[in-house]
């Protein structure tokens, strides 16, 4: 994530000393994500088996009033049952894997060491995504000691391999079990956007923004071929330098910039709040495009938003230096726009490269080998009783907050529930400085006390609106609330 937010601490919705020591608890088990192969067989695995171990042990209300099932071997899924079984089901999700840390070096508290220290937990899955989902279970804890009871059924899925970016991952077996007992959800609540300030154009007040659609992403690989031969007797070129070409001209060949609905209702949510000329810019954004588009892409964040992306992330040529590469390869990772296909992207690629591989050199443009490309996942239109329990349960740890519908441009395990969920929601309710956004997979990543209780207050206010009263929630169903109070 690249937005964030400068967020003074104060103590009235810092989590207990209690919590932040369960939190602590869970950092100190190493879930580092696995590689790819059954997980089963992997010494690294008793880790992820003891993490399960110990969400029943700390909360043994949970452990009893749920059912607790493994579609997987890297799944959970906990079942709340509902007074009434007519309705439709809420779905939470998140992950219990972390990224590795490298090493303690440049760290101030050890990576799993879970200290509670100058108002924060430390380590590795602080902020992704253990945090979310310790949050969860105490709110749910909490629930049960009061004796609250949901009217619908609330299931809750956590998932070991959120990392590895496998279309069969965790999330995945859950979404097949659901499906074979033909469960339909009306919302599923997942991570993927924050609280979130220092946006262009609106820099005075801090944005929830709800993830309600999601880019996709595919991964393509390019294979230059050529003739090999000694170094010292190259000829008119090598495969290395045909391939630097074609990148090259990729990288001038940008996507076009687009504008979304999910997007304008994002910069429309933004107007009433914004001051001067740019009040006018957001409210008059679709006129305006023409002059607009341009200088809103400068922006490596808004430009995510406006067209597809791509990147080329890997090289390889060589295995010697005086020996002539007969092959060059390139991957270029790409992050769909809603309306951009997969199979369109690809197309487009592959023609730029064939109009800049020179004269000699086949070319072979296509998929990654292992990995599917997944579509743009389109925006969920929720229906207005639903839409103002997510907004009310916000306004309960962040009043100051506007809330804007926006696109996700990472990919999230959610997806998997699309075709089973009438409306996903991708948010964490988490304010974050910008240089917290760096720890999330870097060094020093940490929680403050005030942000995790910030997420327990939201997710127990969220739970005990939507739950206490469910309804089906048609798919496509238009969103009832203006862009004022959205």
């Known amino acids: 994530m690249s937005l964030a937010l400068d967020v003074t601490p104060s103590s009235k919705h810092e989590c207990s000393r209690k919590q932040a020591e369960r939190l602590g608890r869970a950092v100190r088990i190493r879930t580092i994500t696995l590689p790819f192969g059954p997980p089963e067989s992997q010494p690294q695995y008793v880790e992820f088996r003891g993490f399960e171990e110990f969400l029943q042990k700390e909360f043994p209300r949970a452990a009893t009033a749920l059912r ?71 709110a749910v804890e909490s629930l049960l000691t009061e004796g609250f009871q949901p009217q619908g059924t609330v299931y809750i899925a956590f998932g070991g391999d959120e990392e590895l970016g496998s ?42 923004m709800f993830g309600l659609a999601e880019k996709g992403s595919a991964n393509l690989e390019i294979v230059v071929r050529g003739s090999t031969g000694h170094a010292a007797m190259p000829g008119k070129g090598t495969a290395a330098g045909a391939l630097c070409r074609v990148v090259a001209a990729i990288e001038r060949h940008r996507f076009p910039t687009r504008l979304t609905p999910t997007v304008a209702r994002f910069f429309a949510s933004l107007a009433p709040h914004a001051k001067g000329p740019r009040k006018t810019a957001l409210r008059l954004l ?17 430009d995510a938003f406006l067209r597809t992306t791509q990147a080329v992330t890997m090289l390889r040529a060589g295995e010697k230096e005086n020996v002539v590469p007969d092959e060059a390869r390139a991957v270029v990772n790409l992050r769909l726009l809603p309306g951009d296909t997969s199979a369109f992207a690809l197309a487009r690629i592959e023609r730029v490269a064939r109009k800049s591989i020179p004269n000699g050199f086949l070319l072979k443009v296509n998929f990654a080998e292992g990995g599917k490309p997944g579509e743009a996942i389109p925006e969920s239109r929720l229906q207005g009783e639903l839409w103002s329990a997510l907004r009310d349960s916000l306004a309960q740890v962040a ?22 969920a009438d409306a ?28 995790y209780g910030r997420m327990i207050a ?27 109070g959205v």
């Open 424 to 451: 996903i929601v991708r948010f964490l309710p988490i304010a974050l400085t910008a240089r917290d956004v760096a720890r999330m997979h870097g060094v020093d990543e940490r929680i403050s006390l005030e942000n």
């Open 399 to 420: 009043p100051d907050a506007v809330v804007a519908p926006c696109l996700v441009v990472a990919s999230t395990d959610s997806r998997q529930f699309a075709g089973s």
């Open 286 to 302: 679709r006129l305006l495009w023409p002059v607009l588009r341009g200088p809103l892409s400068k922006n490596s964040t808004l």
């Open 167 to 208: 279309s069969a991952c965790a999330a995945a077996s859950v979404a097949r079990v659901l499906s074979e007992r033909g469960i339909r959800l009306s919302c599923v609540l997942d991570e993927g956007s924050v609280i979130a300030d220092g946006v262009p154009l609106l820099a005075s007040r801090p944005i929830a």
């Open 68 to 138: 607790w099932e493994k579609p997987g071997p890297l799944s959970l899924l906990l079942t709340w049952p509902a007074l009434e079984r007519n309705l439709h089901g809420m779905l939470f999700y998140a992950h219990y894997d972390v990224v590795p840390a490298s090493g303690d070096a440049g760290w101030t508290h050890p990576p799993f060491s879970g200290d509670i220290a100058d108002g924060f937990v430390w380590g590795r899955g602080t902020l992704d995504d253990k945090s979310c989902l310790l949050a969860i279970m105490e």
């Open 458 to 484: 939201f997710y127990e206010n969220f739970v005990r609106r939507i739950a206490a009263r469910q309804w089906p929630i048609r798919s496509g169903a238009s969103c009832s609330v203006g862009m004022e």
